[in-house]
DNA sequence: ACTATTTCCTGGATGC
DNA sequence: TGCATCCAGGAAATAG
């Protein structure tokens, strides 16, 4: 289930292995569901364009692209301005794709011979030989471009948020702080591994309404959430179900997990048993001793 | 404007 | 071994 460092450990794999590399060609699947706009439309914006960048905004992946203009040449603005009918055709020289993983979402490089893996729902073509795949078994992975390349996701990031507004988004909230720091639209890239992590650390429990949460204990919060995304990066994120990154190696920090996956283990801290309660049909888990 | 609930999806685990 | 059932959960849709 990849979340933030799950993504960022992902995105900076795959930024690796092919920034400056060019979409020449895309296969989309017949499944609609991972495809946010048509298949015909998605394609098009892909083909023919350069990986500038590769980067995590929230759990998203973002490609940046450029247009290469193969065979074509770009109207100067001289002309441009002369034949104001034929401005639909002139192509936007940046866009972007944008790729949500959601629960089993992969993306792949590899050589064309390999075989196409069950529930492959795209294969981009790339100059260089080689193709880039989403797989996606569950289908809860969403692809979508922005033609303009203007793309930007909800809530904040939260390694950069800082202290004031971090607390400014709880004010008011009737809802648990653990549905708080799961709403995307809040923060962006914390579930539901980390948001245990970090409650645990900051002693909140899940449950406590957001607005009920002391000032003092949001600032505790505020480090324990930069600190568990911070370290699960480091470490490469953690590796539950089937995680891997983009070469196919597993993460670490499930083996740092103090609450998620481990109730009716003793409390690392006091040896109370940790508890597992459900959340918005999430599991949660805590310590009711050291979470108040 | 918020909040809570339901729905989508498949593979792995579990129970009989 | 087979077959049914449950469970994992991100986010959009729906209901209140």
């Not at 500038?52 to 450029?66: P, S």
């Not at 972007?96 to 294969?123: D, S």
């Not at 505020?222 to 994120?237: D, K, M, N, Q």
Request: aromatic share 6%; proline share 4%.
């Amino acid at each position: 289930m990849p979340e933030l460092p799950e993504v960022e450990t992902i995105a900076r794999g795959l930024s690796k292995r092919v920034t400056g590399d060019v979409i020449e060609s895309v296969w989309l699947g017949q499944k609609k569901e991972p495809l946010k706009s048509p298949a015909s439309e998605i394609a098009a914006v892909l083909e023919q364009t350069r990986i500038a960048t590769v980067r995590r905004m929230g759990k998203h992946i973002v490609f940046d692209l450029e247009h290469v203009n193969v065979g074509r040449t770009v109207p100067s603005a001289k002309s441009r301005r002369s034949k104001r009918n034929q401005r639909s055709t002139i192509t936007q020289d940046k866009a972007q794709w944008i790729v949500h993983l959601g629960m089993t979402g992969h993306l792949q490089v590899c050589e064309p011979a390999i075989e196409i893996a069950k529930h492959t729902h795209a294969i981009l073509k790339l100059a260089s030989g080689r193709e880039l795949r989403f797989v996606d078994s569950r289908r809860f992975g969403r692809l979508s471009v922005a033609s303009s390349g203007d793309f930007d996701a909800t809530g904040i990031e939260p390694l950069e948020v800082d202290l004031d507004r971090f607390i400014a988004l709880f004010r008011g909230r009737k809802t648990p702080i653990k549905s708080a720091l799961l709403n995307q639209k809040l923060l962006r890239g914390v579930g539901n591994i980390y948001a245990d992590e970090s409650l645990f650390r900051a002693g909140i429990r899940p449950r406590r309404r957001a607005s009920s949460v002391t000032r003092e204990r949001l600032g505790k919060l505020f480090l324990s959430v930069r600190e568990v995304l911070t370290e699960a990066i480091a470490l490469g994120g953690s590796s539950v179900s089937d995680y891997v990154n983009a070469d196919g190696e597993e993460g670490f920090f499930q083996l740092q997990h103090r609450v998620y996956g481990r109730e009716s283990d003793p409390c690392l801290v006091c040896k109370t048993p940790i508890k597992r309660i459900v959340i918005a049909g999430r599991s949660s888990h805590y310590c009711p001793k050291c979470q108040k």
